[in-house]
T-cell receptor, first 110, second 111 residues
């Protein structure tokens, strides 16, 4: 089946630093999405990407849909303590099914 | 606006007991519905998806089943739980555009 390789697995940063994480796959996806999950809650959609090469921002977040349709990255600028959580990439195929990466655990030190 | 709810939020069940998790969506019609399982706070695994009433597709062989008795209702069931069924179960809906929206999750512990 399809698999996504998400890296890094975890990050420990200081408040104010920028963050970058990415996902790669051997398969092509129609969409790329990025989610954030807080402990004990469902994932919340941050950014959705629909076209190869698309670069989209949502506040301090910026994500890109790789030109080969096999990768995507997420950047967070000027991190703040509430950015703490697990970030997931997801690639979308038919029927809206999503394949998820293993997540990046982000810890922000004040 | 659309909302999705699932319950119960937490469940502790003995091995061999039955299971029923319920999910409902409001504010939209004919949504695609999904059940995912998340182990140890990491990646999500798709278990079932449904594009309409009575239409269920299973992604992985397992001890669980799903049903969609109404347009906006999705149920995850088991006749006899196994220890390996423990995990965090997430229901999600989508309109077919690619974006999925998740419920609050149900944490199942099988003892």
């Amino acid at each position: 089946g399809q698999q996504l390789n998400q890296s890094p697995q975890s990050m420990f940063i200081q408040e104010g630093e920028d963050v970058s994480m990415n996902c790669t796959s051997s398969s092509i996806f129609n969409t790329w999405l990025w989610y954030k999950q807080d402990p004990g809650e469902g994932p919340v959609l941050l950014i959705a990407l629909y076209k190869a090469g698309e670069l989209t921002s949502n506040g301090r977040l910026t994500a890109q849909f790789g030109i080969t349709r096999k990768d995507s990255f997420l950047n967070i600028s000027a991190s703040i303590p509430s950015d703490v959580g697990i970030y997931f990439c997801a690639g979308g195929t038919s029927y809206g099914k999503l394949t998820f990466g293993q997540g990046t655990i982000l810890t922000v030190h004040p | 606006s659309q909302t999705i709810h699932q319950w119960p939020a937490t469940l502790v069940q003995p091995v061999g007991s039955p299971l029923s998790l319920e999910c409902t969506v409001e504010g939209t019609s004919n949504p695609n519905l999904y059940w995912y399982r998340q182990a140890a706070g990491r990646g999500l695994q798709l278990l079932f998806y449904s594009v309409g009433i009575g239409q269920i597709s299973s992604e992985v062989p397992q001890n669980l089943s799903a049903s969609r008795p109404q347009d906006r209702q999705f149920i995850l069931s088991s006749k006899k739980l196994l220890l390996s069924d423990s995990g965090f179960y997430l229901c999600a809906w989508g309109s077919g555009t690619g974006e999925l929206f998740f419920g609050e999750g149900s944490r199942l512990t099988v003892l």
